[in-house]
Structure formats: structure tokens, C-alpha cells
């Protein structure tokens, strides 16, 4: 009885650290129309807060889509969508 208890404390702590996770990592996705070079961003991994154009790091190569990655830990933060209608 002791060990079900210990087995569904933790696999409710893994839930939740997943649920936690899954929302730190993805990068926030936006409609290109609110897109703006000029906008505040901050990086969900190491904080690092500045705008796209400060970041430096643009990648204009897909037809899809813009995205911005963090210049310090490369993660991708912003992606904004060129055509969503
Ligand atoms: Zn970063």
C-alpha cells in the first residue's frame, strides 16, 4: 500500500513537471500581422529578454514562417505564421 501511494505521488509530480515543461519550451507562436522587429521578447529557456532585432538572429528561409531564436542559447522563441487565413 505504501509503494502505490509513493507510485501515484510521483507519477503526479512527473504530470505536472511535463505539463510545466511543455509550456516553458515551445516557442510562442504569432500571426505575422502582430509581428513587429521592435517587440519584446523573452527567451522561455535562459531569460534573456530583448527584441528580434536585437537578438540578431531573424530566420527569414521558410515560406511558412519567421522565426527568432535566442542568440545566447538557441533556442527558437517566436515563430510568427506569414499566411494563417
Ligand atoms: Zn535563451
Not at 505536472?16 to 511543455?22: H, Q, T, W
Not at 504569432?30 to 530583448?50: A, Q, W
Not at 514562417?65 to 522563441?77: D, G, H, R
Request: proline share 4%.
Amino acid at each position: 500500500m505504501k509503494k502505490m501511494i509513493i507510485y501515484l505521488d510521483l507519477t503526479f509530480w512527473q504530470e505536472i513537471g511535463v505539463l510545466e515543461f511543455m509550456s516553458k519550451l515551445p516557442a510562442r507562436v504569432i500571426d505575422y500581422s502582430n509581428y513587429d522587429e521592435n517587440m519584446e521578447i523573452e527567451c522561455s529557456i535562459c531569460n534573456r529578454k530583448g527584441t528580434p532585432k536585437t537578438s540578431g538572429w531573424i530566420d527569414t528561409d521558410s515560406h511558412y514562417c519567421l522565426s527568432v531564436s535566442c542568440p545566447v542559447c538557441e533556442k527558437m522563441i517566436l515563430v510568427a505564421n506569414y499566411a494563417s487565413a
